[in-house]
């Protein structure tokens, strides 16, 4: 089945910039989404289809998508942007949607 | 509003059976999919199953073997979803997500979720 690896954490400073990635065998070629869980909620999507943020979503989110990793930035942080951090894939061989472990992102 | 609201969740014994219910309101449901995704305590997010807007198509992983129906009815805007022969390491938040037309599409709204305990 296919694996989306993402690092367990990602710690920045207020107004710094945070990269999380999520790796996947080509995931180049398929179409990732991200999103955000703070503690307690539900998910919210911030990024789909590897680079379009949805109606509400700050424009310091973005997202990129190259051969083997995928990469949600996040700009100019904010104490606000604390939470788990998901990517999300269809992989059409399994038929089936995937999700990376996630990213605690820590603003310190 | 445009949300979707879970139910149906609570505590239950191993071998037994729970059905859980997933109401949207503020749009025009039978236009989406629904899936269903749960969370273990403290741990990351698992798709379930999938329902396409018109119940033409069911999916299911690969993990729950035959043990989870997903089911819909659009005159009552209401996904359910059947869980049987319940197991421990059932328990999770269960959360219905929605998506449009397509495979690709992102879960672009959830519920709140609804907790299921599996215990003796």
């Known amino acids: 089945s296919y694996v989306l690896t993402q690092p367990p954490s990602v710690s920045v400073a207020p107004g710094k910039t945070a990269r999380i990635t999520c790796g996947g065998n080509?995931?180049?070629?398929?179409?990732v989404h991200w999103y955000q869980q703070k503690p307690g909620q539900a998910p919210v999507l911030v990024i789909h289809?590897?680079?379009d943020r949805p109606s509400g979503v700050p424009e310091r989110f973005s997202g990129s998508n190259s051969e083997h990793t995928a990469t949600l930035t996040i700009s100019r942080v904010e104490a606000g942007d604390e939470a788990d951090y998901y990517c999300?894939?269809?992989?059409?061989?399994?038929?089936?949607?995937?999700f990376g472990g996630g990213t605690k992102l820590t603003v310190l | 509003q445009v949300q979707l609201v879970e139910s149906g969740g609570g505590v239950v014994q191993p071998g037994r059976s729970l059905r859980l219910s997933c109401v949207a309101t503020g749009f025009t449901f039978s236009n989406y999919g629904i899936r269903w995704v749960r969370q273990a305590p403290g741990k990351g997010l698992d798709w379930v199953a999938v329902?396409?807007?018109?119940?033409?198509?069911?999916y299911y992983a690969e993990s729950l073997k035959g043990r989870f129906t997903i089911s819909r009815d659009n005159s009552k805007n209401t996904v359910y979803l059947q869980m049987n022969s319940l197991r421990v390491e059932d328990t999770a938040i269960y959360y219905c997500?929605?998506?449009?037309?397509?495979?690709?599409?992102?879960?672009?709204?959830w519920g709140q979720g609804t907790l299921v305990t599996v215990s003796s």
């Open positions: 999300q894939v269809w992989d059409v061989s399994s038929a089936h949607w995937v």
């Open positions: 080509r995931i180049g070629s398929k179409s």
């Open positions: 997500a929605r998506f449009g037309t397509r495979n690709t599409d992102a879960f672009d709204l």
């Open positions: 329902i396409w807007y018109d119940a033409t198509i069911t």
């Open positions: 289809y590897d680079t």
